[in-house]
């Protein structure tokens, strides 16, 4: 319930208001890797837009009709609790779909603000049933390494 919780915060309406309106899949992850704390989130382009106006969200979407999702994360540090914010942050993510070479698409997650919230989101095709594997990098404002972390994704439908 805390995950849901902070979600909420993170991603302001965006994430929790597309979940009360019947999203099936698993709404919430967190994994934890050195001083960082991510918490993410994928739902459909459709739902995710339904509901754009209550955060600033990314302009560029994935190719329609390609089973576009959105993909957001919220940054906390490890050690002190607090939101990350201004960071650069990318993606990676690999696709489980046709062998033998996956599709891969790599992104910048662009700085979404709802409310007093800063979380990390963009749009990216999701066509395929199985595991996708995102690879981030955060570059936190003025630090001088980037931080890494996989995360799983089990896309079910």
């Keep these: 319930m805390h995950i849901i919780r902070f979600l909420t915060t993170a991603a302001g309406t965006l994430l929790m208001a597309t979940a009360v309106a019947g ?3 698993q709404l919430d992850y967190s994994v934890t890797k050195d001083r960082l704390i991510v918490h993410f989130g994928i739902l459909p382009a459709e739902r995710a837009r339904a509901v754009e106006g209550a955060a600033s969200a990314p302009e560029q979407a994935a ?19 607090n939101r990350i914010e ?13 062998k033998p070479r996956p599709e ?4 910048l997650l ?3 603000k709802a409310k007093d919230s800063t ?3 963009n749009y990216f095709d999701m066509p ?4 996708y594997r995102i690879d981030l990098s955060v570059r936190r ?11 799983i994704y089990d896309q079910r439908f």
């Design 119 to 121: 979380s990390y989101g």
């Design 86 to 98: 201004g960071a650069t942050v990318t993606a990676k993510m690999t696709s489980p779909g046709p």
């Design 63 to 81: 190719a329609p009709g390609r089973a576009s999702h959105h993909l957001v994360v919220a940054l906390r540090d490890k050690l002190t609790g």
């Design 128 to 131: 395929w049933r199985g595991r």
């Design 110 to 112: 662009q700085e979404l």
């Design 23 to 25: 999203h099936s899949k």
């Design 104 to 107: 891969v698409q790599t992104k």
């Design 141 to 151: 404002k003025q630090a001088k390494q980037t931080e890494k972390v996989r995360l």
